[in-house]
């Protein structure tokens, strides 16, 4: 953790920023608008795409308004309307999504009068038949006969004044449903309104009841609530939907519902309930006391009837009776449309309906005051488990992971709208973990980019771009500080270089180098080897860091056969343009060596240091004296048991005490000739006889050897040694061992 403490450090700051938002101490704009959308989203995915048969909506159309005439119409006609649905379609509440403020003047009746008192003042059969007509030319006292004593509510609006203004006042309020002082002491954030158009006093004395058809809708504009209870002078007065739910039921006793162990502190105003006779019906509310309205599907899903048709009675008794009816109109000149989640042109009498439907059928989705800590609780415990554990997965770890909490989020969230009908937040939870997603793999990306750079500046000389895309994907791997490792290392160097160079002229020499020097460093690169350096025609190198190579012997002793049949290749070039043949010798060596970055405050090199690195050179050194391309020490024969080898001496080079076993690698097992095997087992003997001093074995045994190589620098050796011997014997406790007195 310590590793990636800054970026777990920005992690719990973004998941701080989202919890301060879920907590609502802020609110981020872009969090509620992809909240919102959210919302939309899962209620048009569960949209059940019917309408409710047991609401009708009373449509005040286009179809109507040609028919009967322009808006408003006569009470007189509202009168008749009302009569012909209770009276012939037997309909059981009427709710009017419209106001009647003002007095309808339509009949003249006041023309009349004025005349009656004037003109006609004297006129006593003008006065005697003004006297008998002026029932039926009082319009509102017509409608609000045909009103009394039936299911009828009224709808009226509130509003606030703005910038100063005087409040706007009209009509009458029905009876508050809620009296002053009822929810004292309980801080419940309920809408206020300063201002109303009520109904005229007539009218609204002979409704059974009366609601508020304010709406308000969210930021952007669209209507997904409904306030259920508004505050207007201490009084609390209900919706439309709420009365008209009321009404047909009977009028039931509503009352307030508190979350268990609600204060002064936490109002806890949840839902709302409905007394009924039939059973207590539960409305969910939130934190303003409104109301999710359950949307059924897009605009017309519920059942349309033209207004004009109910008057002329061209509809079938059977869809009206015993319906709710809810008398509003679809006309966009009448400007009741709405913007909703399920539609962008939505008639505001429909928003209604929804809601009616919603609380009998009680589907109403909760978003009640506590899902407020339910969301800070899981933004938190999602956020802090993926701000800690992102920083520590590759990058695809990190995606499944993040996929994994978006899908958990995700179910857990549908879960609760389907099983539990509870809306819970989506946005928070969702953005919070793509954005911690975008700063691990954007601050991985420019991290990755860096330590790439990094190492390819640090490394770049040392091993193939190859090794240094692997080392950026796992920087942690690399370390450039000094360390104790088990390694194998390579030395190769050019036979006879001093005689060579100074028969070719700078510049050749330059060229030679290069042609020779490039195609062997593809080899060492292409397996994974590390180039420590060039010292002129010395090529030296490492396996087994920067790296870990759990198989550096077998990569390096493959290099160094690989090297000796590119350098062979390379020999017709060579003669071509008129250059020596090149010979190298390759000494190769495993051992524990240090390894890092070494030297001074002026110039430091990534490099190996150690007995194993000495004796490799050793090693290549003395390839020479026995004829052989490659030899390898006894830990790399060891570590790379792939290899036919054959045991060339047992020695003590210059500046070890201790003997040391040297060996050739003669090819991959498998893949060496069996004559080349026979040869290898007689030699063996010869070594055998030598190690005892059995000297004429030994030089017998050589001698058939030749016949079979008669080239064979080893043979020859050892017969020169045994010559020797044999006039200087080496003693009774004699180990074997032959001492190089030079480098």
């Given amino acids: 953790m310590k590793k990636h403490a800054l ?24 969090v509620q608008f992809i909240d919102a959308k959210l919302y939309d989203y899962r209620l048009r995915l569960t949209l059940p795409a019917k309408g409710d048969d047991r609401i009708v909506i009373l449509d005040i159309d286009e179809k109507s308004l040609k028919e009967e005439g322009r808006w408003p119409w006569g009470r007189d006609k509202m009168a008749t309307l009302t009569e012909k649905l209770f009276d012939h379609y037997a309909v059981a509440v009427i709710g009017f999504d419209i106001v009647f403020a003002e007095e309808d003047s339509s009949s003249g009746l006041k023309v009349l009068e004025e005349l009656g008192r004037n003109q006609l003042k004297n006129v006593t059969q003008y006065q005697s038949v003004l006297t008998r007509i002026k029932p039926q030319l009082e319009y509102d006292s017509l409608f609000a006969d045909k009103i009394k004593n039936r299911n009828v509510v009224l709808g009226y609006f509130f509003s606030n004044s703005e910038n100063g203004a005087a409040r706007s006042i009209s009509g009458v309020l029905p009876k508050a449903v809620f009296p002053p002082d009822t929810f004292k002491g309980r801080p ?29 809708p969210d930021a952007d504009g ?16 209900e919706s439309l939907s709420l009365a008209v739910v009321r009404a047909a ?59 004009t048709d109910v008057l002329h009675d061209r509809v079938d008794l059977a869809d009206m009776k015993n319906k709710i009816v809810l008398v509003g109109t679809s006309a966009q000149g009448l400007l009741d449309l709405r913007a909703t989640p399920v539609d962008a042109v939505y008639p505001g009498v429909e928003v209604h309906a929804n809601m009616i439907s919603g609380i009998l059928n009680q589907n109403i989705k909760q978003n009640p005051p506590y899902v407020l800590g339910e969301n ?24 499944l992971v993040s996929v994994g909490a978006l899908l958990i989020v995700v179910i857990f969230n549908g879960s609760m709208w389907v099983y539990g009908n509870i809306a819970l937040p989506l946005a928070a939870g969702l953005i919070m973990i793509l954005a911690l997603f975008a700063l691990n793999m954007t601050f991985g990306y420019f991290t990755t980019e860096r330590t790439k750079r990094q190492i390819t500046s640090l490394f770049g000389q ?80 490492f396996w087994g860091a920067p790296l870990s190579d759990t198989r550096h012997a077998y990569h390096a002793v493959l290099s160094g056969l690989e090297m000796q049949r590119e350098l062979s290749e390379l020999q017709p070039h060579f003669r071509e343009r008129g250059w020596p043949k090149i010979a190298i010798g390759v000494g190769i060596n495993t051992g524990r060596v240090s390894v890092g970055n070494m030297g001074s405050e002026v110039r430091v090199a990534y490099t190996v240091m150690g007995d194993a690195v000495n004796l490799a050179a050793r090693l290549e050194g003395i390839t020479k004296e026995y004829g052989a391309g490659v030899l390898v020490g006894e830990v790399t024969k060891k570590d790379a048991p792939e290899f036919v080898y054959r045991e060339l001496d047992l020695v003590r080079v210059k500046g070890k005490d201790k003997p040391v076993a040297i060996f050739e690698p003669l090819g991959l097992v498998g893949e060496v000739e069996s004559a080349v095997l026979e040869e290898i087992k007689l030699f063996q003997q010869a070594l055998r006889f030598y190690r005892k001093q059995e000297w004429d074995k030994a030089e017998l045994q050589l001698y058939n050897l030749l016949k079979i190589a008669p080239r064979q620098k080893l043979y020859e050796v050892y017969g020169e040694r045994i010559a020797y011997y044999r006039n200087n014997p080496p003693g009774e406790d004699w180990d074997g061992v032959f001492v190089f007195k030079t480098k």
């Fill in 249 to 307: 039921l009977g009028m039931p006793r509503l009352s307030p519902g508190y979350a268990p162990g609600s204060d002064k502190n936490y109002g806890g105003l949840e839902w709302l309930t409905l007394e009924s006779a039939q059973g207590n019906l539960r409305i969910p509310v939130d934190d303003k006391v409104s109301a999710l309205v359950p949307y059924r599907g897009e605009s017309r899903t519920f059942h349309y009837v033209s207004a």
């Fill in 462 to 541: 040392y091993v193939p771009s190859e090794v240094v895309d692997e080392m950026s994907k796992n920087p942690e791997q690399v370390s450039m500080e000094g360390e104790s490792r088990e390694m194998t290392i390579l030395f190769s160097d050019v036979r006879g270089f001093t005689t060579i160079s100074e028969g070719l002229e700078p510049r050749e020499l330059s060229l030679l180098m290069n042609e020779f020097l490039t195609p062997l460093s593809r080899v060492i690169y292409s397996y994974r080897g590390t180039i420590d350096k060039y010292m002129g025609d010395c090529i030296m190198a």
């Fill in 222 to 237: 669209i209507v997904r609530r409904i306030p259920m209870i508004v505050e207007y002078e201490g009084a609390y007065y």
């Fill in 188 to 216: 419940i954030n309920f809408f206020q309104f300063d201002s109303y158009g009520g109904n005229l006093p007539e009218l609204q004395k002979n409704a059974v009841a009366a609601g508020h058809f304010t709406q308000a």
């Fill in 376 to 399: 800070v609780l899981l933004v938190l415990v999602v956020g802090v488990v993926l701000a800690i554990l992102l920083p520590m997965l590759s990058a695809m770890q990190g995606i």
């Fill in 7 to 30: 970026l777990i450090a920005l992690g719990l700051s973004l998941v701080l920023l989202f919890m301060g938002d879920a907590a609502r101490f802020y609110r981020l704009g872009f």
